[in-house]
């Protein structure tokens, strides 16, 4: 918003930004006009301050060269007088003298005279030479005038011209220039450049960017339409919007902006900026005097939510750890359990084999224990076994026995 002083009534009021942005094209066409009538009548001073002085120096030519005859006749009539007073003090012979020197300074001054009617005439064709360059160079003035106030009719017909300064010069060659005249003072961390990317099968004109602290915190997509005067068909700046719009989303703008000359009399779009977000979101159409200043106000009002982006950034990022974090919980989870069922299934093999072990070895003790008890029989047999209970069944090996002993 900005304030406005009346210098009449002193009273302040305020405009919004595009109120305040028509009062100045007001201001500039008035001034515009006051400054072209200056001009006019500046140009036609001195056209006059230039025929005059050429008068002057013409004067100034003949008076001298009048002068310095003048000053030669007076000259010759003094010698005249000088001869005649020395005829009426001479004889014949000098008078005779005298009389052929006259006639030759009378001779000698008629063609003085004649040399100086002579450099009249010129003097005269001179200043008709001089008349007749006057109103050459008067037509000429007039030619030029005529051409200025014809090319000054075109600029105010086409009045959203006024600031390109384009002769023979592309509309986006243009904008490229107006942009890098103040990319290093006004724009030092921005990117501004052609789009090449055509992958999609279209592209647009220029992309904008910038970014603070890493976030971008703005970006428009550009397009610039200057429809030439001899072009048969005639474009409207709407046949555009679609294609605008889909570069755009493509190309992950937040703005798309249209640069245009198409419609020139159509005064919806010769009022300042454009919005056309109607048709579709967050889109422009301006004329080039608007270039720089639409890039700074969606610029400025960007950097105002930047410290909301950074927080909706943080946000961002917390998300994405949370969801890192939940993967790697999944992840874990998943790991374990198989990790578990797979021990669980170890676990279960080995108390298996353990418990087929177990039973093996009750097997084993118990063959181990039916052995001790036969062993314990065998050894109690054994215990309980005699040479009576051998030779029992077996007389004659009682007998050898029985003499065994007697011998022993």
């Known amino acids: 918003m900005q304030e406005i002083k009346c210098p009449k009534c002193k009273e302040v009021f305020v405009v919004d930004e595009s109120g305040y942005a028509q009062i100045v094209q007001q201001v500039r066409d008035r001034e515009f006009d006051k400054e072209l009538k200056q001009r006019e009548k500046e140009f036609e001073e001195l056209r006059e301050k230039d025929l005059e002085l050429a008068r002057m120096k013409q004067r100034e030519e003949f008076d001298k060269v009048l002068s310095s005859k003048s000053k030669e006749l007076v000259a010759r009539e003094g010698e005249i007088q000088q001869l005649k007073a020395k005829l009426l003090g001479s004889d014949t012979e000098k008078k005779l003298a005298v009389t052929q020197a006259l006639h030759e300074k009378e001779k000698e001054l008629s063609e003085k005279e004649i040399e100086i009617t002579k450099l009249k005439n010129q003097l005269i064709s001179k200043e008709t030479e001089e008349q007749l360059k006057e109103q050459s160079l008067h037509r000429e003035y007039q030619d030029k005038l005529k051409q200025k106030d014809e090319q000054i009719e075109y600029y105010k017909d086409l009045k959203a011209r006024q600031s390109t300064k384009m002769v023979g010069e592309s509309l986006e ?12 003072t006004a724009f030092p961390m921005a990117y501004f450049e052609k789009d090449n990317d055509a992958r999609s099968g279209s592209k647009g004109d220029f992309i904008f960017r910038e970014l603070a602290d890493g976030i971008e915190f703005i970006s428009i997509m550009f397009e610039m339409k200057n429809e030439m ?3 048969a068909t005639k474009h409207k700046n709407e046949d555009f919007f679609k294609e605008l719009d889909k570069d755009r989303r493509e190309k992950g703008c937040e703005y798309a902006v249209l640069v245009s000359l198409l419609e020139i009399d159509n005064e919806f779009y010769n009022n300042g900026i454009v919005d056309v977000s109607y048709r579709y979101e967050k889109m422009y159409v301006v004329r080039p005097q608007f270039f720089i200043p639409i890039i700074t106000l969606l610029r400025n009002a960007a950097r ?6 950074r927080e909706l950034e943080e946000a961002k990022h917390q998300q994405i750890d949370i969801l890192h974090f939940e993967e790697n919980m999944n992840a874990f989870k998943e790991g374990f ?9 170890k676990f279960k093999t080995a108390i298996d084999e353990i418990d087929k072990t177990i039973a093996h070895l009750k097997k084993t003790k118990e063959a181990l224990l039916s052995s ?3 062993l314990r029989l065998a050894n109690n047999k054994a215990e309980d076994l005699t ?3 051998l030779t029992k069944n077996a007389p004659r090996m009682k007998e050898m026995f029985d003499e065994m002993k007697k011998e022993s």
């Open 229 to 231: 005067d001899e072009t």
């Open 337 to 345: 359990a198989r990790n578990y069922r797979l021990a669980s299934d």
């Open 173 to 184: 060659k243009h904008c490229l220039n107006q942009f890098n005249t103040l990319r290093m």
């Open 387 to 389: 040479i009576k209970k």
């Open 304 to 309: 105002n939510s930047l410290e909301y982006r």
């Open 372 to 374: 001790e008890n036969n």
